[in-house]
DNA sequence: CGCCTGACGTTGC
DNA sequence: AGCAACGCCAGGC
């Protein structure tokens, strides 16, 4: 596989199950994982992921629906057109009806 | 080989 | 209710 690494592996496998016009945070996905306090390395994982074409990193969002990593893309606006472009609002780098647009993926990612 | 930093989250004050 | 510090783990220098 082209995921090298097991756990960033993962985190690369679930950000690409995330469907247009969802979003999800890092501390679900390290949860969703076994990764208890591994949300730093869910983010740590995307900074490495920005190397893969299929890991929308863009809607990974943190625990408040902020835009956090909005500076590693390529353009500090990048993230926010990507999710404005599928369909999610963004208000000031915080994304809007953060829980209608909320993807978990213990609930509804069917892998 | 050891120290520092880093796309977060949680708990305590 | 808002702010601060800690915890966790891996990669870079």
Not at 45 to 67: C, E, I, K, S, Y
Request: without cysteine; hydrophobic residues 35%.
């Amino acid at each position: 596989m082209t995921e090298k690494q097991n756990y960033f592996g993962l985190v690369y496998q679930v950000v690409r199950e995330i469907p247009k016009g969802r979003v999800t945070s890092y501390g679900a996905i390290a949860h969703y994982l076994g990764l208890k306090s591994g949300a730093r390395m869910v983010g740590y994982a995307m900074n490495a992921a920005h190397t893969m074409p299929d890991v929308p990193a863009h809607r990974v969002v943190n625990r408040q629906g902020l835009l956090t990593g909005r500076h590693h893309f390529s353009t500090p606006t990048a993230m926010q057109e990507a999710l404005e472009k599928e369909g999610v609002r963004v208000e000031k780098d915080q994304v809007q009806n953060f829980e209608q647009v909320f993807w978990n993926p213990e609930t509804e990612l069917t892998i």
